[in-house]
């Protein structure tokens, strides 16, 4: 029996790495064999990639190297990672996939949509998840999320000028461009209201799995 690709998307802040937890979780119990990978990175060559792209000084790429860059190492997790899991019959859960890339470099920053969707073609030949759960959220509340989880990790009390310098307008950007996504993709991708707590969102996210009973 194949396995199962659910990847999760949205924002920052959004809650993607608490509700993979959950979802991890909630395969297990019913006894199946589950992968909890992220993006960019999940295999050590990918795991590379992401720090040149997540460093502060990993160099000024342009749009296009960029974008590349990351489709790389997608083309990695996917070949040595993903797929051999799922032919394994595991479930497969992403923190962030392609949409990420299209939201970010293509609605957030202005790289043309049809070259992504052009590299997307080239390096995964059509390769996508089962399902993807977009977690969605006003942006100035998973930045609020975001912000206050950055400052608990680091011992700082919440700075309200960090807050006001945050940029909401891309932010604004790549919510709609997520939005776009799932419109385009009605039959892949469910959107979670992900403003409630954390159990709530999941319990959205379980009644979709149960609805689509691929599994
Ligand atoms: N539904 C929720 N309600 C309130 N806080 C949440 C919720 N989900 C996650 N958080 C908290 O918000 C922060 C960001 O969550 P996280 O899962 O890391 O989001 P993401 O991976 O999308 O950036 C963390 O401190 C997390 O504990
Ligand atoms: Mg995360």
Known sequence: MAGLFITLEGGEGAGKTTQCRKIKEYYETLGHEVVLTREPGGTPEAEKIRNLLVQRDGGNWTPMAE?????????????????????????????????????????????????????????????????????DIPVENGLRRSLDQKNKAAGLENTEDRFEKMDKSFHEKLRQGFLTIAKENPDRVTVIDASQSADDVFSQIESALKVTNVI
């Open 67 to 135: 974008c590349l860059l990351f489709f790389a190492a997608r083309q990695m997790h996917v070949e040595t990672l993903i797929k051999p899991a799922i032919a394994y019959g595991k479930v497969v859960i992403s923190d962030r996939f392609t949409d990420s890339t299209v939201a970010y470099q293509g609605y957030g920053h202005g790289f043309d949509l049809s070259v992504i969707r052009q590299i997307e073609t080239i390096t995964l030949n059509g390769f996508c998840p089962d399902l993807t759960f977009l977690l």
